[in-house]
């Protein structure tokens, strides 16, 4: 079983529509958890990040930690063709040196249509 | 402001072949790292470094050597290229520290075919 686990999708939807984006986790000494957004034949960038539970909210973007559950989320509002991109999320435990070994989930492909 | 550059963006290698895939950064950070991605599998660390002079092994280390000597750079080696490490590679960057504040910043790839 992997540790994160990431429906690949495709995903499509009109454009103005409310996407939501989901990832579950086996362990639980993850505290940080990031969304990370890749158009095609670039790097993946930080769209947003948490830590430990809770929501956290950035323009038409809300990201949510269950750690309960181990179960997160990211949703996105009035959904627009340029959100059109692979869509990963990331968690990291605390490391005693390199913190940024971050575990990614596979992506999941969103398409919107205009 | 460049951020994180990669050469070359495409390369063809026949198997046994050897390469280096090489990454710099002018944000003075300390971190970087190797990531291969592939369908299905998603980014998968291959090495990492946290300063000059200190490398260690991520989770797919196998087939590739890496050295840091500066700050700036963290060249990766292939020694003999196999079809398996088909990929494409990413090269990432961030302060050490908490990943909380510290977010990773990426390369744009290179996209590797061993034939």
């Known amino acids: 079983q992997k540790e994160v686990e990431q429906d690949p999708g495709p995903l499509s939807v009109p454009e103005g529509a409310i996407v939501s984006l989901n990832c579950t986790y086996s362990n639980s000494a993850f505290q940080y958890f990031m969304w990370y957004r890749q158009y095609s034949r670039k790097g993946p960038e930080l769209l947003m990040y948490?830590?430990?539970?809770g929501n956290k909210e950035d323009g038409r973007f809300t990201a949510q930690v269950d750690k309960s559950s181990k179960y997160i989320s990211l949703f996105i509002r009035d959904s627009q063709p340029s959100d059109s991109a692979t869509y990963l999320c990331?968690?990291?435990?605390?490391?005693?040196?390199?913190?940024?070994?971050?575990?990614f989930g596979t992506g999941t492909l969103l398409a919107v249509q205009p | 402001n460049a951020g994180v550059t990669q050469t070359p963006k495409f390369q063809v290698l026949k198997t046994g072949q050897s390469m280096t895939l090489q990454c710099a950064q002018d944000?003075?950070?300390?971190?970087m790292s190797w990531y291969r991605q592939d369908p299905g599998m998603g980014l998968r660390l291959i090495h990492y470094s946290v300063g000059a002079g200190i490398t260690d092994q991520g989770e797919v280390p196998n087939g590739y050597n890496v050295s840091r000597s500066t700050t700036e750079d963290f060249p990766l080696r292939l020694l003999s290229a196999a079809p398996s490490q088909t990929s494409v590679y990413f090269c990432?960057?961030?302060?050490?520290?908490?990943?909380?504040?510290?977010?990773?910043?990426f390369g744009n790839g290179t996209r590797l075919t061993v034939t």
């Open positions: 990331a968690m990291s435990a605390r490391y005693g040196g390199a913190t940024n070994k971050l575990i």
């Open positions: 948490t830590y430990s539970s």
């Open positions: 944000m003075n950070h300390e971190y």
């Open positions: 990432a960057s961030s302060y050490v520290g908490s990943s909380y504040n510290s977010p990773l910043h």
